[in-house]
């Protein structure tokens, strides 16, 4: 899979997220967990990161199994966006 270097830092953004809700919660986070924790992590980021992109890079880590979570229907994601996975 090629990225750029924004999508490089959403999914390693993503990815630690991840990771780090697992040890401290010692399970498998849900994706919106993630969601939020990158949506937080980032919050001062200029530009700030996309609701949308962000969102969908933890959905298609999951779908790439990159990405151990729970499924979430909370996740701000449109349905057309999801039809594009």
């Not at 401290?24 to 993630?34: F, H, Q, T, Y």
């Amino acid at each position: 899979m090629r990225l750029n270097t924004k999508q490089d830092e959403v999914v390693a953004t993503v990815l630690f997220a991840a990771k780090s809700l697992q040890k401290a919660k010692g399970d498998e986070p849900s994706e919106r967990d993630v969601f939020d924790a990158v949506m937080q992590w980032k919050q001062r980021r200029r530009p700030p990161l996309g609701e949308l992109e962000t969102a969908l890079a933890v959905r298609n880590l999951a779908a790439l199994k990159w990405l151990q979570v729970k499924p979430s229907r909370n996740l701000p994601l449109a349905d057309e966006a999801t039809l594009d996975v």
